[in-house]
């Protein structure tokens, strides 16, 4: 697993940088839930958030080989997955507690804390140990991921722990494979979701809607670890946009809907 830092120098062809990547994903997180409070009937606004959490997954992991302090990593994590919490039910439950339903950052949380586990084990360099301790965390992540009902409940742990396995091996084949075939397996066989009938070339196919959360792999692949803007501002405001959009959603929902 590669821990180089990320490259701050600026790009000799296209790429985009992590801050690119944070913005698009708040972006596409914003019209995921513009439709699940505002614009119901929007329902391509839904089609274009499944795109946002892998984006966030695989920042995340970048986050914990590139942070300089991996316990303030994860204490602002928790941080702000306390802080989201109460917006986060407001906005999917109506109420101030929502016990069946966990906001995003609790499955990133839960994915950063398997990683941790699983390259504090690879560092002992014993293969063996390595392969078994791994299994043990994508198994328990899955399971306390759905247990815990976080967001995406264990197939969005699974996720994390995807792009923390195609970690590190720049941009092989096999790689870009794994990576496609793996996301299409959790979006699509465990996921599923809303299926729509479509016809290409005089056949008819279905089209599953959790299925376009693979086309994040399209600017994650632009992605070559250039950093782009940074600053600690930028760096809260990316934290902070969660729960505080979500506020403002719910009380825009209020005012519209006295």
Same mark, same amino acid.
């Given at each position: 697993?590669s ?9 000799t ?21 513009l ?27 970048e986050?914990?080989f ?23 039910? !407001? &906005? *999917?439950?109506?109420?101030? %507690?929502?016990?069946?339903?966990q906001?995003?950052?609790?499955? #990133?949380? /839960?994915?950063? $804390? ?9 560092k002992?360099?014993?293969m ?26 264990g ?30 397996w ?7 979701? !809303? &299926? *729509?009938?479509?016809?290409? %070339? ?9 299925? #376009?959360? /693979?086309?994040? $792999? ?32 719910v ?8």
């Amino acid at each position: 697993m590669s821990t180089k830092a990320i490259k701050p120098a600026a790009a000799t062809r296209f790429d985009l940088s992590a801050a690119a990547l944070h913005i698009l994903a708040m972006a596409l997180m914003l019209m995921d839930h513009l439709w699940a409070t505002l614009l119901p009937a929007q329902e391509w606004l839904t089609c274009a958030g499944r795109v946002a959490f892998p984006i966030f997954a695989f920042m995340a992991v970048e986050g914990y080989f590139h942070t300089h302090d991996l316990k303030k990593y994860t204490l602002r994590l928790l941080l702000f997955a306390l802080l989201s919490e109460v917006p986060f039910d !407001l &906005m *999917y439950g109506g109420t101030w %507690f929502y016990p069946v339903h966990q906001n995003v950052i609790w499955t #990133l949380l /839960l994915g950063i $804390l398997g990683i941790h586990l699983m390259e504090t084990v690879r560092k002992k360099q014993k293969m063996a140990l390595y392969l078994l301790v791994s299994a043990l965390v994508v198994a328990a992540g899955a399971v306390l991921g759905t247990l815990g009902m976080v967001d995406y409940y264990g197939a969005g742990v699974l996720t994390v722990f995807i792009f923390y396995f195609f970690h590190g091996h720049g941009r092989k084949w096999w790689c870009l494979l794994g990576q496609l075939a793996a996301l299409y397996w959790v979006n699509v066989e465990l996921l599923g979701g !809303l &299926m *729509y009938p479509i016809q290409l %070339f005089g056949m008819d196919f279905e089209l599953c809607q959790q299925g #376009l959360a /693979l086309l994040a $792999l399209v600017p994650i692949w632009l992605y070559r670890g250039r950093q782009g803007y940074h600053s600690k501002p930028f760096q809260y405001a990316c934290y902070a946009f969660y729960p505080v959009h979500m506020l403002l959603l719910v009380l825009v929902l209020n005012f519209v809907n006295r």
